[in-house]
């Protein structure tokens, strides 16, 4: 019977002590400890968003301007713009489009509806520079993701120059 007792006591002190432990575990009771990470000038995510730098412009000028129809390609398709765009088109779009461009990715299986499109097609070419490049930023709505946010606007007109390189395989 003491035993009993005793260990009762023993059990509700340490439970008191655990409860009141516990009070600041969950902040019901909250200490600022020093934490190091978030100490610091930083902004979260939809806080104030910083504007840009007065006086400055943007060096790629107006993606596309509502109303002007497809955008005309600034980018002249020298090497470095080639090679730039081969280099992205292998990131970006090989998985679906293959590294031909024929359509047949190692993603490709997967996409049930509708498939990659061929882009060494005559139906594909035959499409001008800046509606590639309207494919490109907004995708093709339920088939192709958007990829404006992979892809910079200058980015995205050197894969436009690498998709004219691409022939159908003989
Ligand atoms: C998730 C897979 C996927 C990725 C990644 C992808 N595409 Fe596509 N793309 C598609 C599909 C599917 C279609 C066919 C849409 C349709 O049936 O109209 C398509 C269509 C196109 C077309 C239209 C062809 C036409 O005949 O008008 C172009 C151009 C194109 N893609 C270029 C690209 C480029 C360039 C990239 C990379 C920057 C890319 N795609 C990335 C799946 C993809």
């Known amino acids: 019977?003491?035993?009993?007792?005793?260990?009762?006591?023993?059990?509700?002190?340490?439970?008191?002590?655990f409860g009141i432990l516990e009070l600041f575990m969950f902040d019901i009771i909250k200490i600022d400890w020093v934490s190091f990470m978030e100490i610091q000038p930083s902004y979260r995510p939809m806080e104030d968003p910083l504007p840009p730098p007065s006086q400055s412009v943007p060096v790629e000028g107006a993606i596309v301007i509502p109303g002007m129809g497809a955008p005309?390609?600034?980018?002249?398709?020298?090497?470095?713009?080639?090679?730039?765009?081969?280099?992205?088109?292998?990131?970006?779009?090989?998985?679906?489009h293959g590294a031909d461009g024929a359509g047949s990715g190692p993603v490709a299986p997967?996409?049930?509806?509708?498939?990659?499109?061929?882009l060494t097609s005559a139906v594909a070419?035959?499409?001008s520079d800046g509606s590639m490049f309207l494919?490109?930023?907004?995708?093709?709505?339920?088939?192709?993701?958007?990829?404006?946010?992979?892809?910079?606007?200058?980015?995205?007109?050197?894969?436009?120059?690498?998709?004219?390189?691409?022939?159908?395989?003989e």
């Open 1 to 17: 019977m003491r035993l009993l007792k005793q260990l009762f006591w023993v059990f509700l002190t340490l439970g008191i002590l």
């Open 72 to 96: 005309e390609n600034p980018t002249t398709a020298d090497d470095a713009s080639l090679a730039r765009g081969a280099e992205l088109f292998a990131i970006n779009c090989q998985m679906c």
């Open 110 to 118: 997967f996409l049930i509806k509708f498939k990659p499109a061929d």
């Open 125 to 127: 070419q035959s499409k």
């Open 135 to 169: 494919t490109i930023t907004n995708g093709v709505d339920g088939r192709m993701p958007a990829l404006n946010e992979n892809l910079t606007v200058s980015e995205r007109w050197d894969v436009v120059n690498f998709l004219r390189t691409l022939k159908p395989a």
